[in-house]
Protein backbone atom coordinates (compact mmCIF):
# COMPACT_ATOMS: atom_id res chain seq x y z
CA UNK A 1 0.00 0.00 0.00
CA UNK A 2 2.74 2.51 0.64
CA UNK A 3 2.56 3.29 -3.70
CA UNK A 4 -0.46 5.34 -2.75
CA UNK A 5 0.43 8.89 -1.71
CA UNK A 6 -1.89 9.25 0.93
CA UNK A 7 -1.72 5.96 2.33
CA UNK A 8 1.05 5.40 5.68
CA UNK A 9 2.85 1.80 5.48
CA UNK A 10 0.67 0.52 8.14
CA UNK A 11 -2.34 1.13 6.20
CA UNK A 12 -3.77 4.86 7.77
CA UNK A 13 -4.85 7.81 6.07
CA UNK A 14 -2.84 10.74 5.72
CA UNK A 15 -2.46 13.86 3.97
CA UNK A 16 0.42 14.18 1.64
CA UNK A 17 3.94 16.26 3.05
CA UNK A 18 4.65 18.62 0.05
CA UNK A 19 7.25 20.78 2.47
CA UNK A 20 10.14 19.64 0.49
CA UNK A 21 8.37 20.19 -3.12
CA UNK A 22 9.24 23.43 -5.66
CA UNK A 23 6.40 25.58 -5.88
CA UNK A 24 5.76 25.34 -9.91
CA UNK A 25 3.20 26.91 -12.01
CA UNK A 26 0.43 24.39 -12.38
CA UNK A 27 -2.81 24.46 -14.29
CA UNK A 28 -5.87 22.01 -14.53
CA UNK A 29 -8.77 22.52 -16.50
CA UNK A 30 -11.97 20.27 -16.24
CA UNK A 31 -15.25 19.95 -17.33
CA UNK A 32 -19.15 18.49 -16.86
CA UNK A 33 -21.81 18.28 -18.67
CA UNK A 34 -25.40 18.90 -18.12
CA UNK A 35 -28.27 16.65 -19.82
CA UNK A 36 -31.74 18.31 -20.31
CA UNK A 37 -34.76 18.63 -21.96
CA UNK A 38 -35.89 21.52 -24.68
CA UNK A 39 -37.79 23.75 -22.76
CA UNK A 40 -35.18 23.76 -20.25
CA UNK A 41 -32.26 24.62 -22.48
CA UNK A 42 -33.83 27.33 -24.13
CA UNK A 43 -35.16 28.56 -20.68
CA UNK A 44 -31.64 29.07 -20.00
CA UNK A 45 -30.20 30.19 -23.07
CA UNK A 46 -32.88 33.25 -22.79
CA UNK A 47 -32.74 34.20 -19.45
CA UNK A 48 -36.53 33.12 -18.53
CA UNK A 49 -35.55 31.07 -15.60
CA UNK A 50 -37.98 32.26 -13.03
CA UNK A 51 -34.77 31.50 -9.90
CA UNK A 52 -32.69 34.43 -12.48
CA UNK A 53 -29.57 34.31 -14.34
CA UNK A 54 -28.47 30.04 -14.48
CA UNK A 55 -25.21 30.94 -16.02
CA UNK A 56 -23.95 33.70 -13.43
CA UNK A 57 -25.51 32.01 -10.16
CA UNK A 58 -23.80 28.73 -11.26
CA UNK A 59 -20.34 30.45 -12.33
CA UNK A 60 -20.25 32.35 -9.02
CA UNK A 61 -20.80 29.11 -7.06
CA UNK A 62 -17.95 27.01 -9.10
CA UNK A 63 -15.61 29.70 -8.33
CA UNK A 64 -16.12 29.57 -4.54
CA UNK A 65 -16.25 26.17 -4.84
CA UNK A 66 -12.69 25.57 -6.02
CA UNK A 67 -12.14 27.98 -3.90
CA UNK A 68 -13.30 26.22 -0.63
CA UNK A 69 -12.15 21.88 -1.97
CA UNK A 70 -9.81 21.67 0.93
CA UNK A 71 -13.29 21.93 3.13
CA UNK A 72 -14.86 19.29 0.80
CA UNK A 73 -12.63 16.92 -0.29
CA UNK A 74 -10.57 15.00 2.88
CA UNK A 75 -6.47 15.17 2.45
CA UNK A 76 -6.29 18.14 -0.09
CA UNK A 77 -4.18 21.11 0.60
CA UNK A 78 -5.77 24.62 1.21
CA UNK A 79 -4.28 26.33 -1.77
CA UNK A 80 -4.40 30.30 -2.69
CA UNK A 81 -5.30 30.00 -6.15
CA UNK A 82 -4.46 32.71 -8.31
CA UNK A 83 -6.92 32.18 -10.72
CA UNK A 84 -10.43 30.68 -11.59
CA UNK A 85 -12.58 30.50 -14.41
CA UNK A 86 -15.83 28.74 -15.47
CA UNK A 87 -17.58 29.42 -18.61
CA UNK A 88 -20.38 27.48 -20.36
CA UNK A 89 -20.87 26.25 -23.66
CA UNK A 90 -24.46 25.24 -24.93
CA UNK A 91 -24.99 22.51 -27.43
CA UNK A 92 -28.36 23.59 -28.88
CA UNK A 93 -28.59 20.19 -30.76
CA UNK A 94 -28.07 18.09 -27.96
CA UNK A 95 -29.81 20.47 -25.43
CA UNK A 96 -26.68 19.67 -23.53
CA UNK A 97 -24.68 22.73 -21.64
CA UNK A 98 -20.91 21.25 -21.39
CA UNK A 99 -19.30 23.15 -18.52
CA UNK A 100 -15.65 24.36 -18.55
CA UNK A 101 -13.78 25.09 -15.37
CA UNK A 102 -9.81 25.88 -15.22
CA UNK A 103 -7.68 26.71 -12.32
CA UNK A 104 -4.05 28.53 -11.51
CA UNK A 105 -1.54 28.56 -9.11
CA UNK A 106 1.97 28.35 -8.08
CA UNK A 107 2.34 26.01 -5.45
CA UNK A 108 3.45 22.64 -4.24
CA UNK A 109 1.01 20.44 -5.21
CA UNK A 110 -1.61 19.93 -7.65
CA UNK A 111 -4.96 22.12 -8.51
CA UNK A 112 -7.32 19.17 -10.28
CA UNK A 113 -9.53 18.77 -7.48
CA UNK A 114 -10.40 22.55 -7.29
CA UNK A 115 -11.07 22.33 -11.66
CA UNK A 116 -13.08 19.26 -10.91
CA UNK A 117 -14.99 20.78 -8.00
CA UNK A 118 -15.72 24.03 -9.67
CA UNK A 119 -17.40 22.01 -12.59
CA UNK A 120 -19.52 20.36 -10.57
CA UNK A 121 -20.55 22.31 -8.61
CA UNK A 122 -21.45 24.24 -11.20
CA UNK A 123 -23.30 21.77 -12.43
CA UNK A 124 -25.56 21.22 -9.43
CA UNK A 125 -26.24 24.71 -9.01
CA UNK A 126 -27.45 25.06 -12.74
CA UNK A 127 -29.55 21.87 -11.83
CA UNK A 128 -30.87 23.18 -8.96
CA UNK A 129 -32.50 26.39 -10.27
CA UNK A 130 -33.78 24.39 -13.12
CA UNK A 131 -35.40 21.50 -11.10
CA UNK A 132 -38.55 23.12 -11.33
CA UNK A 133 -39.33 22.74 -14.39
CA UNK A 134 -36.76 19.09 -15.35
CA UNK A 135 -36.27 16.66 -12.53
CA UNK A 136 -35.04 15.30 -15.56
CA UNK A 137 -32.06 16.89 -15.91
CA UNK A 138 -28.57 14.36 -15.98
CA UNK A 139 -24.55 15.64 -15.32
CA UNK A 140 -22.31 13.39 -16.76
CA UNK A 141 -18.64 13.55 -18.21
CA UNK A 142 -16.89 15.04 -15.13
CA UNK A 143 -13.51 14.96 -15.62
CA UNK A 144 -10.25 16.45 -16.12
CA UNK A 145 -9.37 17.94 -19.48
CA UNK A 146 -6.00 19.48 -19.16
CA UNK A 147 -2.95 19.77 -16.46
CA UNK A 148 0.63 21.07 -16.64
CA UNK A 149 3.04 21.92 -13.91
CA UNK A 150 4.75 19.79 -11.28
CA UNK A 151 6.78 16.15 -11.48
CA UNK A 152 4.41 14.21 -13.28
CA UNK A 153 4.06 17.32 -15.64
CA UNK A 154 1.73 17.79 -18.76
CA UNK A 155 -1.66 15.68 -19.27
CA UNK A 156 -4.19 16.29 -22.09
CA UNK A 157 -7.18 13.78 -22.74
CA UNK A 158 -6.91 12.62 -25.70
CA UNK A 159 -9.71 12.55 -27.86
CA UNK A 160 -11.65 9.56 -25.72
CA UNK A 161 -13.17 12.20 -23.58
CA UNK A 162 -16.70 11.17 -22.53
Given at each position: MTDLTHIDCEGRVRMVDVTEKAPTARTAVAQAVVHMNVNTFQRIISGTMAKGNVFET??????MAAKKTSDLIPMCHPLNLTHVKVDFFPDDGHHTIRIEGSAKIVDQTGIEMEALTAVSVAALT???MCKAIDKSMIITDICLLKKTGGKSGTFLRENDAP
Amino acid sequence: MTDLTHIDCEGRVRMVDVTEKAPTARTAVAQAVVHMNVNTFQRIISGTMAKGNVFETARIAGVMAAKKTSDLIPMCHPLNLTHVKVDFFPDDGHHTIRIEGSAKIVDQTGIEMEALTAVSVAALTLYDMCKAIDKSMIITDICLLKKTGGKSGTFLRENDAP
